[in-house]
């Protein structure tokens, strides 16, 4: 089965430019999470959905950042303009249902703005 | 500030030897403690995971002990392989409709052959 899928994997930009980070759940999945992982920081919970619903976006930095789901399969995370301290590794994680629940991770986004 | 606190920030151990990785948590809403594996160039993967109605908790060589009244957790991988060198994370939650995850800072393992 395919795991979570994330898209792209290498992102490289100019300060003051859109980026757009991609995530392809894991199919039946209703939880999806978006993560941000840094040295300083570690990995850091941004924003989370529930059937497409955003529930906690507590995390998410800035107004600069922005995250949707228009549907089960499908979720962006953007920021505009982004800055070089938005430079990390975002990761996306789907998971089945909540409580003990295991929540699968891809592969991530590096993302490295100049 | 971190609600999980995680130690060592690295180690290395010798091929067959025991990596031991300590965590501690003051939140006591927390119910539920995975671990979480993460390779270089992936994304983090579930390991074994403990609620606090057990001590202690074992697949293979990977073992978790659990102290609820120190508020403590660990991962003891005995027996420690060359393929066992990873980044690993602490991680908890509260059982609740409050479904976040909080993790430690990681471990770096590297185990010498």
């Known amino acids: 089965d395919a795991g979570v899928i994330q898209s792209p994997r290498h992102e490289v930009t100019e300060m003051g430019q859109e980026v757009t980070l991609r995530c392809k759940p894991i199919?039946?999945?209703?939880?999806l999470f978006w993560y941000r992982q840094t040295m300083m920081r570690g990995l850091e919970l941004l924003i989370y959905?529930?059937?497409?619903?955003?529930?906690?976006d507590s995390g998410m930095p800035e107004d600069r950042f922005s995250a949707k789901m228009p549907n089960a399969s499908f979720s962006t995370l953007k920021i505009q303009p982004s800055e070089p301290r938005d430079s990390a590794v975002y990761f996306c994680?789907?998971?089945?249902?909540?409580?003990?629940?295991?929540?699968?991770f891809g592969d991530g986004t590096r993302l490295s703005i100049l | 500030q971190q609600q999980v606190k995680q130690s060592p920030q690295s180690l290395i151990v010798q091929k067959g030897g025991i990596s031991i990785i300590n965590c501690a948590y003051e939140?006591?809403?927390?119910?539920?403690f995975p671990w979480y594996q993460q390779f270089p160039g992936k994304g983090p993967a579930l390991l074994i995971a403990?609620?606090?109605?057990?001590s202690e908790k074992k697949e293979g060589r990977f073992t978790i002990s659990f102290n609820k009244s120190a508020k403590q957790f660990s991962l003891h991988i005995m027996d420690s392989q060359p393929g066992d060198s990873a980044t690993y994370f602490c991680?908890?939650?509260?059982?609740?409709?409050?479904?976040?995850?909080?993790f430690g800072a990681g471990t770096t393992v590297t185990v010498r052959a």
């Open positions: 959905f529930n059937n497409n619903v955003p529930i906690d």
């Open positions: 199919s039946g999945h209703d939880y």
């Open positions: 403990i609620r606090p109605d057990v």
């Open positions: 994680a789907s998971s089945l249902g909540v409580g003990y629940q295991p929540q699968h």
């Open positions: 939140n006591t809403a927390f119910d539920y």
């Open positions: 991680a908890a939650s509260p059982w609740s409709n409050d479904y976040k995850l909080s």
